[in-house]
């Protein structure tokens, strides 16, 4: 059988990486599979320890904008749509030539379908796939996939409607799948975890450091498309507060870190404002990078779902700032709904925060022995997926 998995191979985001990565290496060893990026370039796909340096990043947009007024100056928009349309077209005829070699078509990992504002459609690009595989009357299995949060409900119904034509689905995380149930109650869906759950444990755990170290991943609200600058400022004064009041009150060395590059331009601006040496911030530019700094610290703050994911996966304790339903369908799952705040709050929360961190630090090797326990509590939730594939295998 030959299979065709379309995930985020190409991504800044080393939580969309790792998904596409372990969702590679689990269809792999059921059959024969050929993996494809969702994205504008199916066809490239990130090294996992490579991720983009942000001056290269920067430079890249820089010479983005002078070509996008240099386009307007000589009045040439029309060149360019008609070559990005071709490009869209040539990716899609490529899309569809390995479609129709393959058996089955799995698709997913993360959040495919969402909309952060009311003019946006993100289910066409996914339609699009979906259309081509129908029309080849081929299998397609959407595989640990998130969906939402929606702006309107035309967005909401017409990502649940594509994802209806399929012949199985299976949702990371109750939230999802509570979306998917307001219109359709009688399809092949089914509850799953997100696939970096399965993560082996790659730390050391040492519980007998001298010095506890607090990570801290931000998060940078205007990429969810709250470009008000009274909004940003706000958040960021949340970050100052946080970490200012756990420096004052735990005298512990903090990190300051993401696993998605575009939020670094917070974690500088939030840098600025805080006058120590016990702070520092950590690039992330690849997965090694990542669990070397989770060798090194010992509870994690966390914004981005898939930093804290990875962070449970080595035993490290994580207490949340949510900014999406999926940070706390994460909660609800390890269930400990209690340890996340909202990211936009944290003012009105920074007691109950430094009491979650004080309690986690001052308990770390029982924290570490539960986490054991529902993690593999939490893996069994993934066996369906197996089933399955062994279903379409057949």
């Known amino acids: ?121 993100s289910a066409s690009g996914f339609k699009k796939i979906i259309d081509i595989a129908k029309n080849h009357n081929k299998k397609v299995f959407v595989i640990s996939i998130g969906i ?25 995380d109750s939230k999802s799948l509570e979306i998917y149930r307001k219109y359709y109650n009688d399809k092949n869906f089914f509850l799953t975890i997100d696939p970096v759950f399965m993560l082996p444990c790659y730390v050391s755990n040492d519980n007998n450091k001298k010095e506890h170290i607090i990570g801290i991943n931000l998060f940078d609200n205007r990429l969810a498309k709250v470009k008000q600058k009274k909004k940003y400022n706000e958040v960021k004064k949340g970050y100052v507060e946080l970490i200012n009041m756990l420096l004052k009150n735990t005298g512990l060395k903090i990190v300051l870190f993401s696993t998605a590059l ?9 840098y600025k404002k805080i006058s120590t040496s016990n702070v520092e911030v950590r690039r992330i530019s690849g997965f090694d990078d990542l669990i070397k700094l989770y060798n090194e610290i010992d509870l994690l703050i966390g914004c981005r779902m898939h930093s804290m994911i990875i962070a449970y996966t080595q035993y490290i304790p994580v207490i949340g700032l949510s ?17 996340v705040f909202r990211y936009d709050r944290i003012h009105d929360n920074l007691k109950q925060i430094l009491d979650c961190c004080v309690l986690k630090l001052n308990n770390l090797k029982h924290e570490k022995e539960k986490i054991q326990s529902k993690l593999k509590e939490i893996r069994t939730n993934f066996k369906i997926n197996e089933d399955i594939m062994s279903k379409l295998i057949k």
């Open 148 to 172: 939402g949060p929606f702006v309107t409900q035309i967005q909401e119904k017409q990502a649940v409607e594509v994802l209806n034509r399929c012949d199985f689905i299976t949702f990371r």
């Open 262 to 270: 575009n939020d670094y331009k917070v974690i500088e601006d939030v």
């Open 1 to 121: 059988m030959r299979c065709i998995l379309i995930s985020f191979f190409n991504s800044d985001n080393i939580g969309d990486v790792i998904i596409a990565n372990t969702l590679y290496e689990f269809m792999k060893n059921i059959c024969n599979t050929e993996k494809i990026s969702y994205s504008s370039e199916p066809f490239v796909y990130t090294d996992i320890n490579k991720m983009y340096i942000r001056n290269k990043a920067n430079i890249k947009n820089l010479v983005k904008i002078i070509l996008y007024r240099i386009i307007i100056i000589c009045n040439i928009e029309k060149i360019i749509d008609y070559y990005r349309e071709y490009h869209k077209s040539e990716n899609i005829n490529k899309i569809e030539e390995k479609i129709v070699e393959s058996d089955i078509v799995v698709i997913g990992g993360g959040n495919m379908i969402f909309d952060a504002t009311k003019f946006s459609r």
């Open 323 to 339: 900014w999406q339903p999926k940070v706390d369908a994460f909660f609800d799952i390890i269930n400990q709904p209690k340890y």
